[in-house]
Nanobody, 123 residues
Framework: QVHLVESGGGLVQAGGSLRLSCAAS????????MGWFRQAPGKEREFVAA????????YYADSMKGRFTMSKDNAKNTVYLQMNSLKPEDTGVYYC???WGAGVSINLRQNYWGQGTQVTVSS
């Protein structure tokens, strides 16, 4: 069982930055893919970024490349999402997720989900 808790969301102006955190309560995350997804109002949940806990390999959705950076802290069982140059279209609820398996998982078939944290980017 993996329990995920996100934090760090808030209101920011366009062009600003936010850093999201996701703390995972698990004995180990080895073997898991950890990901960030988001859901804008009236839209489907979409993939943002993911990291393989074991290898450290990361993968980003095309629209986030160059602006978002995902990282992890092995000692804290925590993943982060640094979001720079934020745009109003980045507004939404950001979810942390975990899926058992090799590599990175970018689809919605995750084993565990956090409750989400709201990010609002004003123009």
């Amino acid at each position: 069982q993996v329990h995920l808790v996100e934090s760090g969301g808030g209101l920011v102006q366009a062009g600003g930055s936010l850093r999201l955190s996701c703390a995972a309560s698990a004995r180990t995350l080895s073997g898991y893919s950890m990901g960030w997804f988001r859901q804008a109002p009236g839209k489907e949940r979409e993939f943002v970024a993911a990291v393989s806990w074991s290898s450290g390999s990361t993968y980003y959705a095309d629209s986030m490349k160059g602006r978002f950076t995902m990282s992890k802290d092995n000692a804290k069982n925590t993943v982060y999402l640094q979001m720079n140059s934020l745009k109003p279209e980045d507004t939404g609820v950001y979810y942390c997720a975990a899926r058992w398996g090799a590599g990175v998982s970018i689809n919605l078939r995750q084993n565990y989900w956090g409750q989400g944290t709201q990010v609002t980017v004003s123009s």
